[in-house]
Each structure stands twice: as structure tokens, then as C-alpha cells.
């Protein structure tokens, strides 16, 4: 079965740096949700997207950005890297009100 | 506002032993949705369980299961005969139901770091 595809797995940057997380949902997935987990952390939820529109926002720092395409997948985009931002970023994907979350494996950024 | 609290952080258990794992909720909507989820030393999010609130019936999965109790808004996880590739961190996650497409979003607890020792 098709899973959530995220990319790349790995990713380091210097500080100050631009990042740029990708997220493909599973097939007919009409949300898409981004998650960051610091390390020894819980994921804390960061912005969801629904039909491509915004659809909710969490604790999003300004420097971050985020879009859903016309495919329905989605980037997140991360400016003016700090050292705190290193951490694995999430993305999931659902139908919408069907309440089940497929996770990707997740990016781990390191920021250096 | 929803929030899921775990109160254990840690709990290392002997391979064999029975573990239960706490979960206890909050929440102001009375349809909602509650999950558990595994988290191995790869980081991986790994899906164990979803319940809604309507049903509180009690699951077993092999050696996993679930007590559910609404009166004491707690969704108690044991697994029972504890392995060492039981070891992981194990999250309690809420996600209220919407009539707003997109907004069900997951809220996590803590985390309990679960040791299986051989």
C-alpha cells in the first residue's frame, strides 16, 4: 500500500540556511498535517492543509512557510535556520474526517 | 482546550513483565478520537490503536490492550509479556472531531520511555 512519502530523510544545514521539507500523502488524501518533534520531545503540530487551503496553524514560527499543490503535495519551508530548529519534522495525511493519520518516516534536520 | 498527560516518563520493566502504560485526557467535545501510538529507537511513528469516544469497549490486540474508560477520561495501554522489541517510546494522542475540514489535528502527550530489559 502507498504510505506518505517525505524528503529527503536526512538533511543538514548551517544556521542562517533555507530548508525546504517535502511531503507526498497517500493517494485521495485531501489533508496533510506537519508536525515538529524536538529531540526527546512530543510532536508538536505545526500546520495543517486542507483541499490546498491553510486549515489550521499551531505554533508555526514566522520564518517558516508552508503549501499544498495542485497534487496535493505539500512543502514546508524553513528560512534563517536556527540551532533550535533541529529537530524531525512529520508529515501526515488523512481523508478528510476519516480520523486516521498515516505518518511519513520523517526528515531529521540538523542545523549546524 | 485539549490536552493528553502521561504521567510516566519512564518505566523499565524485566522481558515477561506486564507494563501498563497511562494515558488520561481532556477534552471539551464529546466526540473525539484517541490513539496510541509506538516510537522506536529509528523515530519512526508507528500506528497502534484508534478509538472514538462512543466506543468504550476494551481491545486486545495479541499482547496489546486497551481499557477505555470515560468516567476517568483515561485510555490505559498494557502490554502483557513484555519483549525487549517492546522498548520504545510509546505517545497518547487526541484529536477532536470537526465539522471544519482539515482542523482535526493530533495533540500528543509526553511520551512514556518504555526499557524492556532481556
Known amino acids: 500500500a502507498a504510505g506518505v512519502i517525505q524528503s529527503p530523510r536526512h538533511l543538514i544545514k548551517e544556521k542562517r540556511e533555507t530548508a525546504t521539507l517535502k511531503c507526498y500523502p497517500i493517494?485521495?488524501?485531501?489533508?496533510v498535517y506537519w508536525y515538529q518533534q524536538g529531540p526527546g520531545q512530543d510532536p508538536q503540530f505545526l500546520i495543517s492543509f486542507y483541499e490546498k487551503m491553510q486549515s489550521d496553524k499551531g505554533s508555526i514560527p514566522d520564518r517558516f512557510s508552508a503549501q499544498q499543490f495542485s497534487d496535493y503535495h505539500s512543502e514546508l519551508n524553513m528560512s534563517s535556520l536556527e540551532l533550535g530548529d533541529s529537530a524531525l519534522y512529520f508529515c501526515?495525511?488523512?481523508?478528510?474526517?476519516?480520523?486516521?493519520?498515516?505518518f511519513g518516516s520523517g526528515t531529521r534536520l540538523t542545523v549546524v | 482546550a485539549q490536552k493528553v498527560t502521561q504521567a510516566q516518563t519512564e518505566i523499565s520493566v524485566v522481558e515477561k513483565e506486564d507494563v501498563t502504560l497511562d494515558c488520561v485526557y481532556e477534552?471539551?467535545?464529546?466526540?473525539?478520537?484517541l490513539f496510541w501510538y509506538k516510537q522506536p529507537p529509528s523515530g519512526e511513528l508507528v500506528f497502534l490503536i484508534r478509538?472514538?469516544?462512543?466506543?468504550?469497549q476494551n481491545e486486545i490486540s495479541g499482547r496489546y490492550s486497551w481499557n477505555f474508560q470515560k468516567s476517568t477520561s483515561s485510555f490505559n495501554f498494557t502490554i502483557t509479556a513484555s519483549q525487549v522489541v517492546d522498548s520504545a517510546v510509546y505517545f497518547c494522542?487526541?484529536?477532536?472531531?470537526?465539522?471544519?475540514?482539515?482542523?482535526?489535528?493530533?495533540?500528543f502527550g509526553k511520551g512514556t520511555k518504555l526499557t524492556v530489559n532481556p
Open positions: 501526515a495525511s488523512s481523508e478528510d474526517r476519516n480520523y486516521g493519520y498515516t
Open positions: 478509538r472514538n469516544s462512543f466506543d468504550e
Open positions: 477534552t471539551r467535545d464529546t466526540t473525539y478520537y
Open positions: 494522542a487526541l484529536s477532536e472531531a470537526s465539522f471544519r475540514g482539515g482542523s482535526e489535528k493530533l495533540v
Open positions: 493517494p485521495r488524501h485531501d489533508t
